[in-house]
């Protein structure tokens, strides 16, 4: 297992895809994409950026879930690329025990934001799907830096409002 850091979420363009972006630790600082909605994406944005909501998110929920319960979450990983699915478990701690559940990347990243707790990919996924990123012109479209942590978050946050508002299941569809 690689020890990664959530370093933000992106919009690929043209497709307008939200991503969460991470990035190894220590190494090679290689760059795991992953696609995720717009939903999720907008949850792990708001987490990173410490945005409070007037009520609470689903995963905020999920967080003071386990909280009530006395229930950490000691780390998230992303363990495998199935068909081109990323699978994540969450290792959870309480008093009866440990426990692993499987959970999409997207939704264990939205809570690992607001709880703190360590992200870790396998080797497997890392060497499938990782790369070492590329630095590009200054004169590149923020859209198309290979870094998240570039674009100002404000922005981030607000291309996926934007993209919010005009998606359609329809965009989905293949």
């Known amino acids: 297992m690689i020890e990664m850091e ?25 760059v795991l994409p ?14 990173l950026e410490e ?14 879930l386990l909280e009530e319960l006395g229930v950490s ?10 068909d081109g699915v990323f699978y994540a478990e969450l290792l959870l701690h309480g008093p009866d025990g440990t ?12 809570i690992a934001a607001r709880v703190g707790c360590p992200i ?12 070492i990123e590329v630095e590009e012109d200054e004169d590149e479209d923020d859209a198309q830096l290979g870094a998240a942590d570039e674009v100002p978050t404000e922005e981030v946050v607000e291309q996926f409002r934007d993209f919010i508002e005009h998606v359609s299941p329809e965009d989905f569809a293949n």
């Open 6 to 30: 959530l370093v933000g979420v992106r919009v690929e363009m043209p497709s307008s895809a939200p991503l969460a972006i991470l990035r190894e630790r220590y190494g090679d600082a290689r």
């Open 34 to 47: 992953i696609f995720i909605g717009g939903t999720e994406a907008t949850a792990i944005a708001f987490a």
């Open 51 to 64: 945005v409070e909501t007037p009520r609470p998110m689903t995963h905020d929920l999920m967080r003071d």
């Open 73 to 82: 979450l000691e780390r998230v990983t992303v363990t495998e690329i199935r």
């Open 99 to 110: 426990h692993t559940l499987s959970s999409r990347p997207s939704d264990a990243l939205a």
């Open 120 to 131: 870790y990919a396998s080797d497997e996924v890392l060497a499938e799907a990782g790369f």
